[in-house]
Nanobody, 115 residues
Framework: QVQLVESGGGLVQAGGSLKLACAASGSLLSTSYMSWYRQPPGKQREFVARISKGGQTYYSDSVNGRFTISRDNAKSTVYLQMGSLKAEDTAIYYC?????????WGQGTQVTVSS
């Protein structure tokens, strides 16, 4: 059974940086897309960033230029380097893998940005 385990969340001051990681455990077929979503307090889950197997990246307008997504296919791991953090980046961050016809979600990691 495949599980996604996120790490790296925490409390950071506005303007600071944080790096999230999400690793898959178990037998995982080749993943096509690896993504990050987030859910701010009281709001719906929203897309943050995505990276294809070939390394093509996509970002939401709100994080473009501040966040960088990367992946290590050999380790089935995706990263999210977050910089110039703002209070509005406070949210639970979830990773998402698409492997064939199956979509996997992580359990979420809290990121809190203090202003």
């Amino acid at each position: 059974q495949v599980q996604l385990v996120e790490s790296g969340g925490g409390l950071v001051q506005a303007g600071g940086s944080l790096k999230l990681a999400c690793a898959a455990s178990g037998s995982l077929l080749s993943t096509s897309y690896m993504s990050w979503y987030r859910q701010p307090p009281g709001k719906q889950r929203e897309f943050v960033a995505r990276i294809s197997k070939g390394g093509q990246t996509y970002y939401s307008d709100s994080v473009n230029g501040r966040f960088t997504i990367s992946r290590d296919n050999a380790k089935s791991t995706v990263y999210l380097q977050m910089g110039s953090l703002k209070a509005e980046d406070t949210a639970i961050y979830y990773c998402n893998f698409i492997a064939g016809a199956i979509t996997y979600w992580g359990q979420g990691t809290q990121v809190t940005v203090s202003s």
